[in-house]
């Protein structure tokens, strides 16, 4: 632990700090200039294993865009983010979310790349997995052959079916149970249209009331013929 007292005056060297990052310096054709303490932990590679050598060829990096755009990128706003695949010293891959900058020398001349690495293997297979879960409720929510719509707590509609877009048409953009007001319906027994707080999905959500076998008839949003639900 660094100790120090008050009438002390600490140098701070940035340096330091920088190893405890994952980045990587490479020069125009890629040969490795610097590596970091966090680029040896994450890869695998000592310093003194790699600089010298081609970080792209070393890592196996599949970049998501052409090189040639890629560079253009960096000429343009002096850096780039994106995800690329590369493959560690055990053989094991990982997906980095890697944050390129072009930097200068001192008379101002671009000089090399600095990588800053953040390792995202877990969170994008994650997401990979949710986009998949998804895919699946989506196709099972479309297959049933009775209208569904799924709300938020304050009635933001989240998503519907195919059913009920056959009964409805293509609903609106409802964000909020005061925009049911948007749905038309009417009561059978009377005719009068049903006001926003009077749809099943209002009273569900806020007196916690439990509806079904209730008959509704509505007008869907294409200005097709009345029908009942």
């Avoid at 980095?96 to 995202?120: P, Q, Y």
């Avoid at 989240?158 to 059913?163: P, Q, Y």
């Avoid at 959500?205 to 200005?223: A, D, M, S, T």
Wanted: proline share 5%; charged share 25%; with cysteine.
């Amino acid at each position: 632990m660094l100790t120090f007292s008050k009438t002390e005056h600490y140098h701070f060297d940035p340096s330091i700090v920088l190893e405890l990052t994952t980045t990587f310096v490479c020069s125009f054709d890629g040969t490795i200039l610097y590596w970091s303490e966090g680029c040896a932990h994450l890869y695998g590679w000592t310093a003194s294993e790699v600089v010298g050598r081609n970080a792209d060829d070393m890592l196996s990096t599949v970049l998501p865009i052409p090189l040639r755009e890629l560079e253009r990128e960096l000429r343009c706003n002096g850096e780039w983010i994106g995800d690329v695949r590369q493959v560690k010293r055990c053989g094991s891959p990982v997906t980095t979310c890697i944050k390129t900058t072009l930097v200068s020398d001192t008379e101002g001349e671009s000089s090399a790349f600095v990588h800053v690495v953040t390792d995202v293997t877990a969170s994008r297979e994650l997401e990979a997995q949710l986009r998949k879960s998804e895919a699946t409720l989506s196709a099972v929510i479309d297959s049933l052959p009775v209208g569904l719509v799924i709300a938020d707590p304050d009635g933001r509609v989240l998503r519907d079916n195919a059913a009920n877009r056959k009964i409805w048409g293509v609903p609106p953009q409802t964000t909020s149970w005061e925009q049911y007001g948007e749905w038309e319906g009417y009561w059978p027994n009377t005719g009068k249209r049903i006001a926003p707080d009077e749809w099943a999905m209002s009273r569900a959500l806020f007196k916690r009331e439990i509806v079904h076998g209730e008959l509704v008839e509505c007008q869907p949003f294409n200005n097709g013929p009345r029908r009942f639900i």
